[in-house]
C-alpha cells in the first residue's frame, strides 16, 4: 500500500467503525421504544447525546461495541423486540428476567449468535419459544416461570456443547419424556426442570451429567424408580424430586453423593430404609415426608455437624431417634410425626437456641419432656400428642414467649399447669386433653392473650373455673369436659364474644347457668351436661343459633322454654326431673304453681285471646286480598305438605303469597330464588323447584300447571332437605322448613341479606371488604365446610364450593349454601365413588377430568380456589391468565420471586396486612394440591386457618443464579 492511499484507507475505516456506532445507538433506542417502565428512570440516560456505553444496563467491549444488557428486576414491560436485539453483532449478555414482559416472541433468535448468557425467567411471555440451535457458543440459559408453553426446541440443545445451566422449569410446555438431548450436555453443572410436564421415568443415562450440582425434577409426572446411576452425580449439593410418582428404594450407590446438602424426595411413594443416607454427612437439609419409608432412622444422622431441619412425617419409620440428633448446628425444625417411632425425644436440638418447631404427634415416643426445651426461647410449635409420654412437663414450657401452639394431647402428662402460663404472650392454641393433668387451672392463663383455642378435656383438673377468662378476648373454643372442676359457671364467660364452642360437661359444677351466655353472637355449641347445675334454664339462650345444645342431667327446674322446646333439640335436656314443658311429651306438663302470678296469667291469657283474634282477621284480610291474584290460584289449589325444622314464626299463605316476579333475586339450575319479607318484619329466602315432568323437562310457571307424577320431585330438592334438615350450624345455611306438593316444592332459608362473598368481590355491586373481615370469612367458611366433613353422622360432600355459594348476613358473617348438588358418603359404599361430574368451572378439583370421582378432597380444593379469590381480588377465570388458565395456574406462576408473590394480593389490601394475606395464600395453594391425597383435610384446613404464620407452609425460595422454584409441606399442623 503506497502512503498515497494510507490516510485515505483509515478515513474510509473511521467512516464505516462511525456506521456501525451509530446504528447501534439506533438499535438501542429501539429496544426502549419497545420497553416500557414506569416505576424507574432506567431509560433517563438512554439519549441519543450520549455515548451506548454510558446507557444504565449497558457493558461494551474495549472497542465500545455492545456486550452485555443487563435490565433484570426493572419492572420492564412490552414485547421483546428480538430483532433488534439480535441486530448487536457482539451481544454475548442478554439478561431480562424478573420483569412483566409479555406476549410471543417474534423474529429469529439464531441471530444472536455471540450469545452466552440468555435469562428471560420470570416473565409473562406466552406461546412456544422459538428455535436456538445457532446459539453454540450459549453456556446460560434461564427461562424459569416465563409463561412459554406448547412444544419446547428441545433439539436446538444437541449442538449446544458448552451450556453450563439450563432453567426451564415452570412453564405449561407440552408433556414429553426426559429429554434425551440433555443427555449430550455433559459439562451442565444446574440443572432445573421442575413443573414443566415431564413425564415417564429418570433416565439410566443420567450419570453422564457428572459435573452437576443442582438437579431439580420435582413437580412433574415421573414415574418408575430413582436409577442406581444418580450416585455416580458426586458433585450434587442440592437434589430436588419432591411430588413426583416415583417408587422403589433409594439406590445402592446413593451413599456416593457425599458433596449433597440439600435433599428432598418427598410426596412420592418411596419404600425401603435409610440406610444409603448415613454416609451423607453433609446433609443440611433432609426432606422425605409422605413416603412409604421404613426400618429406623440412621444413628449416623445424630452426628451429622450442619444438619439443620429434618422432615420425615406421614411414613413408616420405627425405633428410636438419635439421642444426638440436632446437637451440633442452628438446628432449626425437625417433623417425624405420624411414623411408629419410640423411645426419648432427643434432648439437644435446640442447644444452640434456634429451634423453631418440634413436631413429634402420633408415634409410639415414650419417657419425660426433656428439661432443656423449657429454656428453648425461639420455640414457636411445640407438638407431641397421641404418644406414651409421662411425667411432668417443665414448668417453662407453659410459658414460652414464642410458642403459638402447645399441643401434648393424648399422653400420660401428669402434674399441673403452672403460673408461667402467663408469659405465653403468642399462644394461640393450648392442647392437653386426655392426660392426668391435675390442680387448678391458674389465674394466670387469662394473661396468655392471644389463645383462641383451650382443650383441657379429660383429665384430672380442680377448682374454679378462672373469672378472669373473660380477658381472652379471641377465645373461640373452650374444652373443659370431664374433670373435677366445682365452682359456679362464670358470668364473665358471657363477655368472650368469639366464643363458638363451649364444653363444660361431666364435672361437679354447681349454681345456676348464667344468662350472660345467651348474649354469646357465635356460640354453635354448649355441652354443660352431668353437673350439678340448677335453677332455671335461662330464656335468653332461646337467642342462640346452636347446633348442640346438651343440658342433661344437671339439676335444672322450671319451664324449658318454648322456643328451645323443638326436634332439634330432643334430648337435650333429660335428667332434670324438675323441668316442666307444655309441648316436649318426655316431661311433665308445667302446672299453674309453676312461677307465675294469677294475675300475669290471666294478663298473658287475655293477651293471646286478643292476639289469635287479631291474628284471624288478619289472615282473612290476607285471604281475601290473595284470592284477587290470579298467578297465586293454582299454588292454591294445591295441597301442601309443609315439615319445620325450627320453631316457626310464619304460615305457608305468606310465604306462597310472596312467590312473585317482583320479588325475584335469583336465578339457578335448580330454581328460582326469591324474598320474602314477613309481616313481623323478618326476611326469608324461598327456592321454588318444579318438579320434572314424566319427559324430564323443568315446569314453566302457569296458572294451570301440569300435573306431575306423584313422588317426582327433583333430585337437587331431595338432596338438598335430606342435608340441609339434619345440619345445625352457625356457619351453615339455616332452613327453617320445607313446603311440599305433586308439582313443586319449596325450601324456606334465612335471607343473606349481603348476598355471596362472589357479589362483593367480583360484581358492580360489590363491597370493599377488609382483611380483617376478609379473614373472618375463610375462617368461618373453612369451619362450615368441616362440620360437613367431620361434624356429621355421615361425611357430606358439598360438590360446589365457590364464592357464589358462600352467603353473607348481615355482620358479614359466611354461611355455606346451595347443597343441590351434595352428596352423603353412604357407610357402605367407598367416598371415592360418586360418579358424577358436578361443579362449577375454574373450582373443579383436576382429578374430576380423568376419575369422575369425587371426595372430601375435591371441595377441598374447590375451598382453596375461594382463598385464592379472597386473596387476590380475582375471579376464578380472569383473561388476563391465559387461555386454558385458571387462578390456581396463575398463582403457582407467580410464586418465583418475592416481588411476584406480593403481586398477586389485591391491590385494596393495605400493605401492613399484605403478609398476613400471604398466609392465607400459602394454605391455598395446599388446598389446590394436583394430587388430592396431598391435600389437607378441612380439619387441617381450618387449624392452619387460625394458627398461620409466615414461612411455615410454602417456602419461596430463590435457587443460585436464578433458578427458582416452589416447596410445599414443610411443616405439620
Known amino acids: ?242 411430588n413426583n410418582n416415583l417408587t422403589g428404594k433409594l439406590p445402592v450407590g446413593f451413599r456416593n453423593l457425599t458433596k449433597l446438602e440439600k435433599f428432598d424426595v418427598s410426596m412420592n411413594n418411596l419404600d425401603g430404609d435409610l440406610s444409603e443416607l448415613r454416609f451423607l454427612t453433609n446433609l443440611v437439609s433432609i426432606q422425605l415426608f409422605y413416603n412409604q419409608l421404613s426400618g429406623e432412622i440412621p444413628a449416623e444422622f445424630g452426628q451429622f455437624k450442619k444438619l439443620v431441619n429434618l422432615s420425615l412425617y406421614g411414613n413408616k419409620l420405627t425405633g428410636s431417634l438419635p439421642q444426638q440428633l440436632g446437637s451440633w448446628a442452628n438446628f432449626d425444625f425437625i417433623d417425624v410425626s405420624e411414623n411408629y417411632l419410640t423411645g426419648p425425644i432427643p434432648p439437644n436440638m435446640c442447644q444452640q437456641g434456634n429451634m423453631k418447631e418440634l413436631l413429634m404427634l402420633q ?86 392473650i392471644s389463645l383462641v383455642s383451650i382443650k383441657l378435656n379429660d383429665n384430672q383438673f380442680s377448682g374454679k373455673i378462672p373469672e378472669t377468662i373473660e380477658q381472652l378476648e379471641h377465645l373461640s373454643s373452650l374444652y373443659l369436659q370431664k374433670n373435677r372442676l366445682s365452682g359456679s359457671i362464670p358470668k364473665s364467660l358471657g363477655s368472650c364474644d368469639s366464643l363458638t364452642d363451649l364444653n363444660i360437661a361431666h364435672n361437679s359444677l354447681s349454681g345456676e347457668i348464667p344468662s350472660s351466655l345467651g348474649s354469646l353472637p357465635t356460640l354453635n355449641s354448649l355441652n354443660l351436661s352431668d353437673n350439678q347445675l340448677s335453677g332455671q334454664i335461662p330464656k335468653s339462650l332461646s337467642s342462640l343459633r346452636l347446633s348442640l345444645l346438651d343440658l342433661t342431667n344437671n339439676r335444672l327446674s322450671g319451664h324449658i322454654p318454648q322456643s328451645l322446646s323443638i326436634e332439634a333439640y330432643n334430648g337435650s335436656f333429660a335428667g332434670n326431673n324438675g323441668l316442666c314443658s307444655q309441648t316436649v311429651s318426655t316431661f311433665h306438663r308445667c302446672s299453674p304453681e309453676s312461677g307465675m302470678s294469677k294475675d300475669v296469667r290471666t294478663l298473658i291469657s287475655c293477651f293471646v285471646v286478643g292476639a289469635a283474634i287479631l291474628l284471624v282477621s288478619l289472615m282473612y284480610f290476607l285471604y281475601l286480598k290473595k284470592k284477587e291474584k290470579d298467578h297465586d290460584r293454582s299454588l292454591k289449589q294445591e295441597s301442601w305438605d309443609v315439615k319445620s325444622f325450627h320453631v316457626l314464626t310464619f304460615g305457608e299463605e305468606e310465604i306462597l303469597d310472596s312467590i312473585k316476579e317482583e320479588n325475584l333475586i335469583g336465578k339457578g339450575g335448580s330454581g328460582n330464588v326469591y324474598k320474602v319479607l314477613l309481616e313481623n318484619g323478618k326476611e326469608l329466602a324461598v327456592k321454588h323447584i318444579w318438579n320434572s315432568d314424566s319427559g324430564g323437562r323443568k315446569k314453566s310457571w302457569s296458572a294451570t300447571p301440569m300435573i306431575a307424577k306423584r313422588g317426582e320431585k327433583s333430585k337437587e330438592f331431595d338432596a338438598e332437605v335430606q ?68 361434624g356429621c353422622d355421615r ?31 353412604q357407610a357402605n359404599v367407598s367416598k371415592e ?132 422454584k416452589k416447596k410445599e409441606v414443610t411443616d405439620r399442623v
Open 1 to 242: 500500500m503506497s502512503k498515497a492511499t494510507s490516510p485515505l484507507f483509515f478515513l474510509c475505516f473511521l467512516c464505516f467503525f462511525s456506521v456501525i456506532k451509530c446504528g447501534e445507538l439506533q438499535i438501542l433506542l429501539n429496544i426502549k421504544t419497545s420497553l416500557q417502565n414506569s416505576k424507574t428512570n432506567v431509560f433517563d440516560s438512554w439519549d441519543r447525546t450520549l455515548p451506548v456505553c454510558k446507557f444504565t444496563g449497558i457493558i461494551c467491549t474495549p472497542d465500545n461495541s455492545v456486550k452485555e444488557i443487563e435490565l433484570s428486576k426493572r419492572n420492564l414491560s412490552g414485547i421483546l423486540p428480538l430483532d433488534s436485539i439480535c441486530s448487536l453483532q457482539s451481544l454475548e449478555r442478554l439478561s431480562l428476567g424478573f420483569n412483566s414482559l409479555s406476549g410471543r416472541i417474534i423474529g429469529n433468535l439464531n441471530k444472536c449468535r455471540s450469545l452466552k448468557y440468555l435469562d428471560l425467567g420470570n416473565n409473562l411471555f406466552s406461546g412456544p419459544f422459538p428455535g436456538f440451535s445457532d446459539l453454540v457458543q450459549l453456556e446460560h440459559l434461564f427461562l424459569n416461570q416465563s409463561g412459554f408453553s406448547g412444544v419446547f426446541p428441545w433439539k436446538s440443545l444437541e449442538n449446544i456443547t458448552n451450556m453450563l445451566t439450563l432453567s426451564l422449569g415452570d412453564n405449561s410446555f407440552d408433556p414429553i419424556p426426559f429429554p434425551s438431548e440433555i443427555l449430550k450436555l455433559t459439562k451442565l453443572t444446574w440443572l432445573y426442570l421442575s413443573n414443566c410436564s415431564i413425564s415417564g421415568s429418570i433416565p439410566q443415562d443420567i450419570g453422564k451429567l457428572s459435573e452437576l450440582t443442582n438437579f431439580e425434577l420435582s413437580d412433574n409426572n415421573l414415574s418408575g424408580e430413582i436409577p442406581s446411576q444418580i450416585g455416580m452425580l458426586k458433585n450434587l449439593w442440592q437434589l430436588e424430586l419432591y
Open 363 to 448: 408415634n409410639n415416643l415414650t419417657g419425660e419432656i426433656p428439661a432443656s426445651y423449657a429454656s428453648c426461647k425461639t420455640l414457636k410449635r411445640f407438638r407431641v400428642s397421641k404418644n406414651s409420654l409421662s411425667g411432668v412437663v417443665p414448668a417453662g414450657i407453659w410459658g414460652l414467649s414464642e410458642a403459638n401452639i402447645i399441643d401434648i394431647e393424648e399422653n400420660d402428662f401428669e402434674g399441673p399447669v403452672t403460673h408461667d402460663i402467663g408469659n405465653a404472650k403468642a399462644l394461640g392454641q393450648l392442647f392437653l386433653g386426655n392426660n392426668r393433668l391435675s390442680g387448678e387451672l391458674p389465674e394466670e392463663i387469662s394473661e396468655a
Open 723 to 790: 342435608t340441609l334438615s339434619s345440619i345445625r350450624h352457625m356457619n351453615v345455611v339455616k332452613l327453617y322448613c320445607s313446603i311440599t306438593s305433586e308439582d313443586s316444592s319449596l325450601l324456606v332459608y334465612e335471607y343473606m341479606r349481603n348476598g355471596s362473598l362472589w357479589d362483593r368481590l367480583h360484581t358492580s355491586n360489590k363491597m370493599e371488604l377488609d382483611w380483617d373481615t376478609r379473614y373472618e370469612i375463610a375462617v368461618g367458611a373453612g369451619k362450615g365446610l368441616e362440620y360437613l366433613h367431620h
Open 795 to 825: 361425611p357430606v360432600i358439598h360438590r360446589d364450593v365457590k364464592s357464589s355459594n358462600i352467603l353473607l348476613d348481615e355482620f358479614l358473617k359466611p354461611r355455606i349454601a346451595d347443597f343441590g348438588l351434595a352428596k352423603i358418603v
Open 833 to 964: 365413588s360418586t360418579h358424577v361430574i358436578a361443579g362449577t368451572h375454574g373450582y373443579i378439583a383436576p382429578e374430576y377430568a380423568y376419575t369422575y370421582k369425587v371426595n372430601e378432597k375435591s371441595d377441598v380444593y374447590s375451598f382453596g380456589v375461594v382463598l385464592m379469590e379472597l386473596v387476590s381480588g380475582k375471579r376464578p377465570i380472569e383473561p388476563e391468565f391465559g387461555e386454558n388458565k385458571d387462578i390456581v395456574d396463575w398463582v403457582s406462576s407467580n410464586l418465583k420471586s418475592k416481588e411476584r408473590v406480593f403481586s398477586i394480593i389485591d391491590s385494596r389490601i393495605p400493605e401492613v396486612f399484605k403478609e398476613d394475606a400471604i398466609k392465607i395464600l400459602r394454605i391455598a395453594i395446599m388446598c389446590t394440591a394436583r394430587l388430592p391425597t396431598v391435600r389437607p383435610t378441612m380439619r387441617s384446613v381450618v387449624q392452619m386457618l387460625e394458627d398461620a404464620e409466615p414461612c411455615k407452609l410454602v417456602g419461596i425460595i430463590i435457587s443460585k443464579d436464578g433458578g427458582s
